[in-house]
């Protein structure tokens, strides 16, 4: 086999292997230095740990990744719950009657994709302010779901209208409720396009940092991008606990990724959610 | 039908209340159990810190705890972020309204912008009404919390900035002290000549670390009562030849510390200087209790040299204590000044001393045996300055202090000349009146 | 029965339409308003302005500096993103890498997944001057003459701040093109293939024009998030550092509005962006609707 390899199979591989040794490096070296002492980061940046210090990660954990992770958490569940919930009622609103301003109120929807969150930022700082939920989690939580429910919509809908209308009669003769209807038969029969909306709303309610840094004053509610910033602050010079902290962070959804790769996928192309 | 229609409302909010309600038990209503004044009862009192990093974080964790246990009914919800996250949080906090009880805060026009909102709490009669308690503090320092005869705050650290040198070093190559910029110039010359390529450093990606510099030689370039008109918001206009000096001075300066001076920040290079990499580093008293981490390090310091130009005060010492206020609408006042009299109390500014290293307003809390070397010569030389000026961006508008400091940190960098930086400054003043009310 | 039909549909999208009305399309037409007045948080007191935001909107220098960081962004981000991820992924689509060309992708693709906040912490000390990664390595390998103060440097700051970006995203465009890669009819390569074509030929005449529609696509989103960039100046060099020659316009908002205390102003600014973005995405939902999609 490898006798045959041809030149152009040689060029093609030498730039793709120099490029995932670019890509996995730091990250190699974020993971193995996470478990060195201060002295061995930069005394022996190159080597492994002489000794692993998994000590590292349970003061990173207890010095407050532990409580960013839990905020995150709560924030990303909520989030989707919010996204998933008030999103596909929508669509199924708009997807499954016809009605006097159903297309008005379609545009109206989709409009609120060309919003980036950053344009908002001072008057929802204003509001949040005067509905009395800055710093708190709904501060994070509601204009998350806000600002991914458009998406949410246009995918959902999009599914709904191909589910065939025979199912939806033959439950109305069956004497399901609209309501029913829609919970008991349309939602379970969209559980692939959910599952995407899930995957990129998390991704979203994860790694948000601008609303988050400014949204949020007290460690007690900060998620994990907020929190870091805070953890570094904190830490002075201890980096192998820092750099614990940036593991612990990252895992949930390399995790995610890894067991649902094909939603991932699917959700990140569909839902750009790229920024 | 009808009953379907309702129905279906009913669920649909039953939906959304699924989500409110998801997080709606470990969001523990932040801004309304502030006050449990009814007995049996426990009282919260929040207190909003700018020092989470150690060691100062373990010390208020310790008074958190002690407090606490010698009050029973009593919880501290303790929160804090560091430096500039603070500045811009407790700005927002005061003038929200969601103010904590007690907070700390840095002196002059930062603690002045705090109490324009009228939030804070005037704290004459805490001083006025218990004179054996004032008496423990250093007097010269309230002043740095008066604002039109009324003190609106408790000073805690005492400070001054001064240039900390190698004394090794300096034996080594025969060196003293200089008195004159000219001298200071000449001696860094020297170092270099002898093979230290960055005689000083500072970590200049900390912008803050740049106004220090720069609050500092205004000080000593200008005249009191121009440097007074210009730094008072609406009145500023910086046209004095000599600003423009102190930036070209600057520039000089900043050339001795080498191209990776604007990519470090103030802690990296701090710790050049306590592994003696470098000879020299201007350092604030309060980071005295870094350099005894090293035993081996001789050190020194001397004040910031004077210009044979300059017409401010030689003897100038920059530096400001930071210390709490109380909030005008905190429920509990009197525990809120009980508290803060105990962190200031003398057995825990003795511990501060000894666990932090740095300075207190609390006379006698320094002792030979907790403090670090040089401690107790720094509070002489801090109770007997002939002038103490703040910090720059705690003298003058957030704006025109970012315009200096930016500023400082591009020409540093070599991008930048000072001609265009005192120009932006003057931009930056002369939209003041405009930007604020 | 009749209010029934037009109740419901209404109670069904009344929830979302909340949301976006209170959340999104309030605050953008409050921006407006609060672009004509000077707007303190700290006092909690606001005056009419006029213009004067917009006059310092077009007067102020570094807003010209943070447009030109951004359409550098926008810029680098193309020939990297879109167009190195392209190749990468023809190149991960090809037959004889098909075995392992999953694992390349979950490799490319990982970096997209950390968030921006691990990656920029991770990159200040790949980015150190003296005991940073890249230039020990340079160092290690003889090319000392390249290390630099990368961060520092006003010369450096914002192509190694870009130079994050592009190490994260580019698995993303990647992703998106390997979708849009595969959905070609096979057919297509075969007959080329039957023809002699080369594989560069190949790429040029069948995958480039196939993946026309994607290409726009992934170029109207990094165009869009290269004018949205925040996170990587804000902590990668403390604000857009040195001085201001890795600012952002976002980065320019953020710091008028919440460290100068200029509400106002940066709800100006942050109409230029709504604007500059808005025309984009319109673009971007035209083309949706009228393309044949993908």
Redesign the interface.
């Known amino acids: 086999m490898a006798s045959k390899l041809p030149v152009y199979r040689l060029i093609v591989l030498l730039p793709l292997l120099v490029g995932v040794v670019v890509v996995m490096y730091p990250l190699f070296w974020m993971v193995s230095s996470s478990f060195k002492s201060y002295d061995e980061i930069f005394g022996a940046v190159w080597s492994l740990p002489s000794k692993w210090l998994f000590s590292n990660y349970a003061t990173a954990w207890t010095k407050g990744i532990g409580n960013y992770f839990m905020n995150s958490v709560i924030v990303t569940v909520s989030t989707i719950a919010g996204v998933v919930i008030i999103a596909s009622l929508c669509a199924y609103g708009l997807s499954r009657f016809r009605f006097r301003y159903s297309k008005t109120l379609f545009m109206f929807v989709l409009g609120g994709m060309m919003l980036d969150p950053q344009v908002c930022l001072v008057p929802l700082y204003k509001l949040l302010q005067n509905l009395n939920i800055h710093n708190t989690y709904f501060a994070l939580i509601l204009p998350y779901i806000a600002f991914r429910l458009s998406i949410a919509v246009l995918l959902i809908r999009s599914y709904f209208l191909g589910i065939p209308k025979e199912i939806e009669e033959s439950a109305t003769i069956d004497g399901c409720s609209v309501f029913r209807t829609y919970s008991s038969i349309f939602l379970p029969m969209s559980l692939p396009i959910i599952m995407t909306t899930i995957i990129f709303t998390s991704y979203y309610a994860w790694n948000e940092f601008l609303f988050s840094i400014i949204f949020i004053d007290s460690d007690k509610y900060r998620t994990i991008p907020s929190g870091l910033m805070n953890f570094k602050d904190a830490l002075s010079t201890d980096w192998g606990v820092l750099l614990a902290g940036l593991v612990i962070s990252s895992m949930p959804l390399i995790i995610l990724f890894i067991f649902m790769q094909k939603y991932f996928i699917q959700g990140m192309s569909e839902g750009s959610v790229k920024g | 039908m009808y009953r379907m229609g309702r129905r279906l409302g009913l669920l649909m909010l039953a939906g959304l209340l699924v989500v409110m309600t998801a997080c709606n038990s470990n969001n523990s209503t932040p801004s309304a159990n502030g006050n449990g004044d009814a007995k049996g009862k426990t009282t919260t009192l929040k207190f909003f810190h700018r020092w989470p990093n150690e060691p100062r974080n373990s010390y208020f964790n310790y008074i958190k705890e002690e407090f606490e246990k010698q009050n029973p009914g009593v919880k501290i919800e303790m929160e804090s972020v560091l430096n500039d996250s603070y500045k811009e949080k407790i700005k927002v906090l005061v003038s929200s309204g969601e103010i904590p009880d007690v907070f700390s805060s840095w002196s002059d026009s930062f603690a002045e912008s705090l109490v324009s909102s009228g939030r804070v709490e005037d704290l004459t009669s805490m001083y006025k009404s218990d004179p054996n308690w004032t008496k423990t503090l250093v007097q010269n320092q309230m002043k740095s919390f008066t604002f039109d005869d009324k003190i609106y705050g408790v000073p805690f650290t005492m400070d001054g900035k001064v240039f900390f040198y190698n004394k090794k070093i300096f034996n080594k190559l025969g060196l003293e002290k200089p008195k004159t910029w000219d001298e200071f110039i000449a001696l860094l010359d020297k170092l270099k000549a002898s093979g230290y390529d960055t005689p000083i450093i500072e970590g200049l990606q900390d912008s803050w670390a740049v106004g220090h510099y720069l609050g500092t030689m205004n000080q000593r370039m200008m005249s009191p009562e121009v440097l007074a008109t210009d730094y008072a918001g609406g009145t500023g206009k910086f046209t004095d030849p000599g600003y423009l000096q102190v930036l070209k001075y600057w520039q000089k300066l900043s050339s001795y510390m080498g191209p990776n001076a604007t990519s470090v920040n103030h802690e990296a290079t701090r710790n050049m200087f306590i592994a003696g990499k470098v000879p020299i580093h201007y350092l604030q008293f309060a980071e005295l209790g870094y350099l005894k981490d090293k035993p081996d390090l001789e050190f020194d310091y001397f004040n910031f040299p004077q210009f044979s130009e300059g017409k401010g005060n030689a003897e100038g010492l920059t530096g400001a204590p930071e210390g709490f206020m109380i909030s005008k609408e905190t429920a509990n006042k009197a525990l809120a000044e009980k508290f803060v009299k105990f962190i200031v109390s003398p057995e825990n500014a003795a511990k501060f001393q000894h666990d932090v290293g740095s300075m207190t307003t609390v006379i006698g809390a320094a002792t030979k045996e907790n403090s670090p070397p040089g401690t107790l010569e720094a509070i002489k030389l801090i109770q007997n300055a002939a002038e103490t000026t703040p910090w720059l961006d705690n003298a003058m508008d957030a704006s025109v202090a970012d315009a200096y400091m930016r500023g400082g940190q591009a020409i540093a960098a070599g991008i930048e000349t000072p001609e265009n930086v005192i120009k932006e400054v003057q931009d930056a003043a002369a939209k003041l009146p405009a930007v604020k009310k | 029965?009749r209010?029934?039909?037009?109740?419901?549909?209404?109670?069904?999208?009344?929830?979302?339409?909340l949301?976006?009305a209170?959340?999104?399309?309030?605050?953008?037409i409050?921006?407006f308003f609060?672009s004509f007045q000077?707007?303190?948080?700290?006092?909690?007191?606001s005056?009419f302005?006029g213009f004067?935001n917009y006059r310092?909107l077009f007067s102020d220098p570094v807003v010209g500096k943070a447009l030109i960081n951004n359409v550098k962004y926008a810029v680098i981000s193309l020939i990297f993103q879109v167009g190195f991820g392209l190749v990468?992924a023809a190149?991960l689509e090809?037959e004889?890498l098909r075995k392992v060309s999953t694992v390349?992708r979950?490799?490319?693709?990982?970096?997209?997944?950390?968030?921006?906040?691990?990656i920029c912490?991770?990159?200040s000390?790949?980015?150190?001057?003296?005991?940073g990664?890249l230039n020990?390595f340079l160092h290690s390998v003889g090319l000392d003459a390249w290390a630099?103060?990368?961060?520092?440097?006003?010369?450096t700051a914002i192509y190694a701040v870009i130079a994050v970006s592009q190490?994260q995203?580019i698995?993303?465009c990647m992703?998106?093109f390997i979708?849009a890669i595969q959905k070609i009819p096979r057919d297509l390569y075969e007959a080329a293939k039957i023809d002699g074509a080369g594989?560069v030929k190949i790429f040029f005449s069948i995958t480039l024009p196939q993946v026309k529609e994607m290409i726009f696509?992934n170029s109207l989103?990094?165009i869009?998030?290269a004018f949205?960039v925040?996170?990587e100046p804000f902590?990668l060099?403390?604000?857009g550092?040195?001085?201001?020659?890795s600012i952002t316009i976002?980065v320019l908002?953020?710091?008028n509005?919440?460290?100068?205390?200029?509400?106002g102003?940066?709800?100006t600014i942050?109409?230029l962006?709504?604007v500059i973005?808005?025309v984009l995405?319109?673009i971007q939902?035209l083309s949706f609707r009228t393309g044949k999609g993908d």
């Open positions: 029965m209010t029934r039909r037009t109740i419901a549909p209404y109670l069904f999208v009344l929830p979302c339409v949301m976006l209170v959340f999104v399309y309030m605050p953008l409050q921006n609060y000077n707007v303190s948080l700290l006092s909690g007191k005056s302005a004067d310092t990468l190149i090809e004889f390349f979950t490799i490319f693709f990982i970096p997209v997944i950390i968030s921006i906040t691990v912490l991770l990159f000390f790949v980015y150190d001057p003296t005991e990664l020990m630099k103060p990368w961060l520092g440097s006003g010369d190490w995203s698995g993303y992703m998106l979708v594989r696509v989103l990094t869009t998030g949205m925040f996170n902590i060099t403390k604000g550092g040195p001085g201001t020659s976002a908002m953020y710091q509005g919440f460290v100068k205390d200029s509400m102003y940066a709800a942050s109409l962006i709504f973005t808005a995405a319109l939902t």
